[in-house]
């Protein structure tokens, strides 16, 4: 079992919105930060958000500021992404990535979740 999935992505219209979901299995070590990156046909792959373990900091790259809301549910193991007023640039795979870091040196990801905004 993978330590990440991520789920959620699809096809949506310029302006519309989706939530990306990112299931963590019991593998993953206690005080792990969870991120969201993204990549772009012929990009490299980006940081989009972060939130720490603890929750109490979150981080965004500028793009997505103010449309992309990055949150956690414990409970659940399952960390969202919630992306608003989508645009064609925010097309790309997604990907879910854990690690002492929020930003580089990941220890785990995700195997990634397409997302297409058509305009």
């Known amino acids: 079992q993978e330590p990440l999935a991520e789920f959620g992505g699809g096809l949506v219209q310029t302006g519309g919105s989706l939530t990306l979901s990112c299931v963590t299995s019991?593998?993953?070590?206690?005080?792990?930060?969870r991120s969201w990156f993204r990549q772009a046909p012929g990009n490299e792959r980006e940081f989009v958000a972060a939130i720490t373990a603890s929750g109490a900091n979150i981080y965004y790259a500028d793009p997505v500021k103010g449309r992309f809301t990055i949150f956690r549910n414990d409970a659940q193991n399952t960390v969202y992404l919630q992306m608003n007023d989508l645009k064609p640039e925010d097309t790309g795979v997604y990907y879910c990535?854990?690690?002492?870091?929020?930003?580089?040196?990941?220890?785990?990801w995700g195997k990634g979740t397409l997302v297409t905004v058509s305009s």
């Open positions: 019991g593998r993953i070590e206690i005080g792990y930060h």
């Open positions: 990535a854990a690690g002492r870091s929020v930003y580089y040196n990941m220890n785990y």
